[in-house]
């Protein structure tokens, strides 16, 4: 308690912020500047919300989804761009829906993902060295040393960006875009047209009309908000604490005064580089009421994360901390078990999600960054099963994947699935900023496969 009573929200700044831009001191006074009176991006009541709906999911009651690109892009933010993201997401969440018997929470990573650790600050391109690219809101992917200064005016162009992606994102969950019925629709169209389309798969999108058959034929109205809309979350990694500090607000709506919300994003999380006990990314977040992720990949200590989460979350309160393991695939057996007992032996409230692809990065021949879907599945499978014979609940999972480009199709980032993609595919259509994504057929499938995991009959 009193630490949460001496948090202020420039704290931070007192203690090692890694993973920032050098940013032009002037420029980013002006930034900050404007970026603290302009208006929230979400309100502190859908955190909450989103806060309430995750807690059930840590026991069992909901299931998390949550994907979207690694790293979007400000170039990349158009309606045909937004849309298929949102419909892929959507896609898989009915799947998820029917094959586990309970609500799927949908969280994108989206309209406001536009910031990226990077493994080192420079990078050599064609032998001249470069600041690295730390995503759009930082500086630009171009090739020049000028491109690649810290710029705070991306900042501000990201805020406008990330509102006006959420524009579109409400419309869409509201508008009948999102209805169970076009949902349905789409799944059906990739079934029939998708070598995936097997036995199961036919029978998840057979049971879901007659569901809706069936509805229709008691006089249930299936325009009803429950099948039209859809509730839809956004997320992203707090990596830049001057951007998430501006929008942090004090809600005056709360039933406790004094709480502060960061309102850049829905669920806000800490990456694996940046979750040190006595680093500014933890002195920051501890102090908003938001839901909150952490990565934890392998180079970690299990002392440590617990500390990091009653740090973090001082009262367990459910749907506070969902723990985003990515150990990757022949890894996860020894490091996910000792963990969740850890965790469970502390009596720790967390979510258990399962981020499969950032443990599971390989070079491909061509010397592009790819993942294999068989890696995928299979840190997943051991997630499931870990999770299974720990007696902890398997409540999520998350993923780096993209709806079909408006321009140039799907994309051809990571291998495997039906399709059959391998090295070779990869240049055709290799289009990410930064980690290799599923397309939205390889998400689907995954979908499926996940379905195959948690089904309930
Ligand atoms: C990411 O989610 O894009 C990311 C950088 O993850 P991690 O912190 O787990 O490496
Ligand atoms: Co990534």
Redesign the pocket.
Known sequence: MTTQNTWTKSLWKSKQALQQPEWPVHELREATELLSHLPPLVAAGEIRELKAHLAKAAKGEAFLLQGGD??EEFLRCTAPNIKSTLKVLLQMAAILTYAGGKPVIKVG?IAGQYA??RSSPTEMINGVELPSYRGDMCNSQEANLAARQADPQRMLKGYYLSAATLNLLRAFAQGGFSSLHNVHKWNQEFVKNSPVGGSYEQGVARQIERTLNFMENIGIHTDMPQIKEVEFFTSH?ALFLDYEESLAREDSEDEVRGRWYGCSGHML?I????RQLDGAHIEFLRGVQNPLGM?V?PAHEISNILEVIRLLNPNNEEGRMTL?T?FGAGKVEQYLPPLIRAVKGAGLPVLWCC?P??GNIRKALSGCKTRSFEDILAELKGFFAICGSEGAVPGGV?F?LTGRDEKTGDVTECTGGAAGLSDEHLLRNYCTA??PRLNAEQSLEMAFKIAEMIKND
């Not at 990456?271 to 940046?274: E, I, L, N, P, V």
């Open positions: 690694c790293s990573r990226k650790p990694e999380w990456g694996d580089r940046t990565k990949g985003i990515r981020d692809m950032h998350h780096e930064c980690d």
